[in-house]
Nanobody, 125 residues
Framework: QVQLVESGGGLVQAGGSLRLSCAAS????????MGWFRQPPGKEREFVAA????????YYTDSVKGRFTISRDNAKNTVYLQMNSLKPEDTAVYSC??????????????????WGQGTQVTVSS
């Protein structure tokens, strides 16, 4: 079992930055690929970014490319999402997820095995 706890969300003005963290405990974190998803108000949960077990490969949804960066520190059992140039449409609950297959990047919800509770990000215009 893996427990995931997100932090770092909050209220920020458009153009600002936030860094989300996802701390993992339980099974060996370093063997998992990790993803960030978000659920905007009134919409379905959607993929944001993913990273392989060693950080060697990353993947982003088109709307965040060039603005968001996913990274991980396996020594700290933590994955990060650096969000720059935030827009009002980035407002959502952001959740991290862990996948047992560490070398494959997943973009679908069903591909992930463990989920955090989420952290709210609100971007004001």
């Amino acid at each position: 079992q893996v427990q995931l706890v997100e932090s770092g969300g909050g209220l920020v003005q458009a153009g600002g930055s936030l860094r989300l963290s996802c701390a993992a405990s339980g099974r060996t974190f370093s063997g998992f690929s990790m993803g960030w998803f978000r659920q905007p108000p009134g919409k379905e949960r959607e993929f944001v970014a993913a990273i392989t077990w060693n950080g060697g490969r990353t993947y982003y949804t088109d709307s965040v490319k060039g603005r968001f960066t996913i990274s991980r520190d396996n020594a700290k059992n933590t994955v990060y999402l650096q969000m720059n140039s935030l827009k009002p449409e980035d407002t959502a609950v952001y959740s991290c997820a862990a996948r047992k297959i560490g070398y494959i990047l997943g973009t679908a919800i069903w591909e992930y095995d463990y989920w955090g509770q989420g952290t709210q990000v609100t971007v004001s215009s």
